[in-house]
């Protein structure tokens, strides 16, 4: 199908998010190597934000190129966290975005253990965030920005 040809996708919140990013996943993406998930609601709006889970199966070897990762709005972020930071993608990205998210404490530590030994841009937002999370991410990425967010919609920087 033309779809596995497909280099970059970009997925925005249309109430339908947790259906499309189960059939994302379903599939192998072989040429893939751009990717974007981002609901525009959460934090802004104080609605849900959306869960990643489903697509944890795409980080096990469906997108093998995947290089560039942002999701937006999401929660929880600990289960993309461990799958990228234990999968065959911890080589190949190099840059994540991971922002305006619920982040906890098991999120922060998969970071910080993962092998990304390609990874150039790291950068997370959100609330959860630990103060000593800048220090214990120092070495994962070339280019690391860590925003921690005390509540939704409050920008700190």
Request: with cysteine; hydrophobic share 45%.
């Amino acid at each position: 199908p033309i779809m596995s040809l497909l280099r970059g996708i970009v997925f925005t919140d249309d109430g339908m998010l947790p259906r499309h990013l189960a059939s994302l996943a379903a599939h192998p993406w072989p040429h893939l190597t751009s990717l974007e998930v981002r609901s525009e609601f959460g934090f802004s709006l104080g609605e849900e934000l959306f869960d990643p889970s489903p697509l944890v199966p795409l980080f096990d070897g469906r997108a093998p190129k995947l290089q560039r990762l942002v999701l937006i709005g999401a929660s929880p972020v600990a289960v993309i966290c461990e799958a990228l930071a234990a999968g065959p993608l911890a080589s190949v990205l190099t840059s994540l975005n991971v922002e305006r998210c619920s982040w906890s404490e098991p999120a922060i530590a998969a970071l910080a253990s993962g092998r990304f030994t390609s990874l150039q841009s790291l950068t997370i937002s959100g609330t959860g965030i630990a103060a000593d999370a800048r220090e214990r991410l120092a070495g994962v990425a070339t280019k690391l920005r860590v925003d921690i967010r005390e509540t939704p919609g409050e920008i700190v920087d």
